[in-house]
């Protein structure tokens, strides 16, 4: 049976949890990245990292113009941060990969907080 953006985002955070609760803050966006894979496959979910998002300007096509950390079960775009504060470029940025790739649902994820559930943004398209 196929998830929904919904369930696939309780198991994505559930792994960030667990994540953030045995490694802690302060480590590179990097770790945090290849771990969070490693949990998510290990639960059978598929996982694309470092995706290239193309989109169009003016008739020309750039393959390579933005790339989303994560899009899991080719419905939800994490993007992994591990910084002092979110900023609202972060969460805009995230808007406009689900704009240009039409998924729904996007998590913003910073693993430098002291609690996790301080790092979560969820980012919505019309879902």
């Given at each position: 049976?196929?998830?929904?953006?919904?369930?696939?985002?309780?198991?994505?955070?559930?792994k960030?949890f667990?994540?953030?609760?045995?490694?802690?803050?302060?480590?590179?966006e990097?770790?945090?990245?290849?771990?969070?894979?490693?949990?998510?496959k290990?639960?059978?979910?598929?996982?694309?990292?470092?995706?290239?998002?193309?989109f169009?300007?003016?008739?020309?096509?750039?393959?390579n113009?933005?790339?989303?950390d994560?899009?899991?079960?080719?419905?939800?775009?994490?993007?992994?941060?591990?910084?002092?504060?979110?900023?609202?470029?972060?969460?805009?940025?995230?808007?406009t990969?689900?704009?240009?790739t039409?998924?729904?649902?996007?998590?913003?994820?910073?693993?430098?907080?002291?609690?996790m559930?301080?790092?979560?943004?969820r980012?919505?398209?019309?879902?």
């Amino acid at each position: 049976m196929e998830k929904v953006e919904n369930e696939i985002a309780t198991l994505i955070l559930n792994k960030a949890f667990l994540i953030h609760r045995e490694l802690g803050p302060g480590l590179l966006e990097s770790i945090y990245e290849r771990v969070l894979i490693h949990e998510l496959k290990k639960s059978g979910l598929k996982v694309a990292s470092q995706v290239f998002i193309p989109f169009k300007w003016d008739n020309i096509t750039f393959e390579n113009g933005y790339r989303a950390d994560l899009i899991v079960e080719e419905k939800v775009i994490v993007e992994i941060k591990s910084v002092q504060v979110l900023a609202p470029v972060h969460a805009k940025q995230l808007m406009t990969y689900l704009r240009l790739t039409k998924l729904k649902l996007g998590l913003l994820l910073n693993f430098n907080e002291a609690l996790m559930k301080d790092g979560i943004k969820r980012v919505v398209n019309n879902l």
